[in-house]
């Protein structure tokens, strides 16, 4: 997903936006992937050079794979026409 934003408010940038570095553009791409999903085989790292993920970060990958699949379906929608 390649996520672009440009803020409106304030029309300045002010000591908010520079205490978080919060640039007045910027883009970004984004790719989430479920650390439980297979791969092909040869492409990644060995079993024993994985990280191993605790249970609630694995769930909170699934969980964050589920909104951007379905965020994606959302914004491939097109709009019927009146």
Same mark, same amino acid.
């Given at each position: 997903?390649?996520?672009?934003?440009?803020?409106?408010?304030?029309?300045?940038? $002010?000591?908010?936006?520079?205490?978080?570095?919060?640039?007045?553009?910027?883009?970004? *791409?984004? %790719?989430?992937?479920?650390?439980?999903? %297979?791969?092909?085989?040869?492409? $990644?790292?060995?079993?024993?050079?994985?990280?191993?993920?605790?249970?609630?970060?694995?769930?909170?990958?699934?969980?964050?794979?589920?909104?951007?699949?379905?965020? *994606?379906? %959302?914004?491939?929608?097109?709009?019927?026409? %009146?």
């Amino acid at each position: 997903m390649h996520l672009y934003y440009a803020l409106q408010l304030p029309e300045k940038t $002010g000591e908010v936006q520079k205490a978080f570095n919060i640039a007045p553009e910027a883009s970004f *791409a984004l %790719s989430i992937r479920n650390p439980a999903a %297979s791969s092909p085989a040869g492409v $990644g790292l060995p079993e024993t050079e994985k990280a191993q993920y605790r249970t609630n970060c694995r769930k909170s990958f699934a969980i964050a794979a589920l909104r951007a699949r379905t965020f *994606a379906c %959302s914004m491939s929608t097109t709009p019927s026409s %009146s």
